[in-house]
């Protein structure tokens, strides 16, 4: 009767008695009707089946297998049925939980299904190789490859290589399983295998780990290339050490010649700032050729500092003036003013690169300027 006129409330409310006396009946309803019915309210019925009352299981292959019409032919995100799919799967058929786990990824954030739920599920059933799959979606990989060595060395492998920014954890796990190896299975061959594998492992990484009776026969083709490795990153140190002198050296001559580098200047010559005459007052010029009155240079340069160092040049200022008044002028307060305003050129040095995405004409005076080109 529900078949001939499928009102969705009456299959809401008649599906749980269906569902504990003809199951496949039931879901083959469900799947007839599509996207009618909401499978969230559906798993009251679900829940209703009795895995042993029908021969095979076949009860509890119905709901499994709407389950999985939901979620592979619906789409369904919905996390309480797939919650309700692992539970099917961990308690009936546990040979399909991992290809589902698979398919899912080891993404926690879009996964559909609760990864604490999960992990509770396949712990209770025992299901190591699930939970190693969802220890390692949880990002607690030294629990994944913890669990992994008891289940089988290549899986706890795999899983030591997930951490992709972590390199101190990634060699950790790699010597818990070359520790497993040497320690548990007697295999030393085997361990000395990994510093093939693993790019992280050196020799003396992993030589605690052997027994004292072992003989160098087992590892001298691994020392043998551990020693060529150090050789030649002690070549490498010194070719870098050699760069890093004759880059000294050739600082050390610039800054020699630099101290006898001089200028020439002419009467003619204008500061760069006011255009006036250069030789009228006390003035910088710096190797670009860019010449400035002292007082033009602070003027141009106070704008781009900062108000603590603005306030510090200020104060020299005014000391170098009352000293200049009494007519003992401290050098020490002269080349900390110079220190601050004269070590580079202010039209071509740091200072105006970092000035490069400042506009030419200030907010607050843009008006002004604009009337004054009508």
Request: glycine share 2%; proline share 4%.
């Amino acid at each position: 009767m529900i078949k001939k006129q499928p009102d969705i409330d009456w299959v809401y409310k008649f599906s749980p008695i269906l569902m504990q006396n003809i199951p496949k009946q039931t879901v083959d309803l469900w799947i007839e009707l599509g996207r009618k019915p909401d499978p969230k309210k559906l798993i009251p019925a679900l829940v209703q089946y009795d895995p042993f009352k029908f021969n095979n299981k076949t009860q509890g292959n119905e709901a499994a297998r709407y389950l999985e019409f939901a979620i592979k032919t619906l789409e369904n995100r919905d996390q309480a049925i797939h919650n309700y799919l692992l539970l099917v799967y961990t308690k009936l058929y546990p040979n399909k939980l991992m290809n589902y786990l698979e398919q899912q990824g080891q993404d926690a954030e879009h996964v559909c299904y609760d990864v604490k739920y999960a992990l509770r599920l396949c712990l209770e059933h025992d299901l190591k190789e699930a939970c190693v799959h969802i220890y390692t979606t949880m990002a607690l990989y030294e629990e994944a490859v913890e669990l992994a060595l008891q289940v089988d060395v290549e899986l706890a492998k795999k899983n030591a290589d997930m951490p992709q920014d972590d390199e101190e954890l990634k060699k950790k796990l790699w010597l818990r399983i070359a520790r497993h190896v040497v320690e548990k299975q007697r295999d030393i061959k085997r361990a000395m295998e990994f510093l093939q594998e693993s790019d992280l492992l050196k020799i003396e990484d992993i030589l605690p780990f052997f027994p004292d009776f072992v003989t160098i026969d087992h590892f001298k083709d691994a020392i043998c290339t551990s020693l060529q490795e150090y050789n030649k990153h002690i070549e490498s140190l010194q070719e870098d050490m050699n760069e890093a002198t004759e880059s000294a050296k050739s600082i050390r001559t610039e800054i020699h010649n630099f101290r006898n580098k001089f200028a020439f200047i002419q009467s003619q010559d204008k500061c760069c700032v006011c255009h006036f005459a250069l030789l009228t007052r006390s003035f910088y010029v710096f190797p670009c050729m860019h010449k400035f009155h002292t007082d033009c240079l602070i003027n141009e340069l106070l704008p781009h500092l900062s108000i603590s160092k603005r306030n510090q040049v200020e104060d020299l200022q005014r000391t170098l003036t009352n000293e200049a008044t009494s007519g003992r002028i401290n050098q020490a307060t002269k080349i900390e003013l110079e220190d601050m305003v004269a070590s580079e050129c202010v039209y071509c040095g740091e200072m105006m690169i970092r000035s490069i995405d400042q506009p030419f004409v200030d907010v607050s005076d843009y008006q002004t300027e604009m009337n004054g080109w009508l």
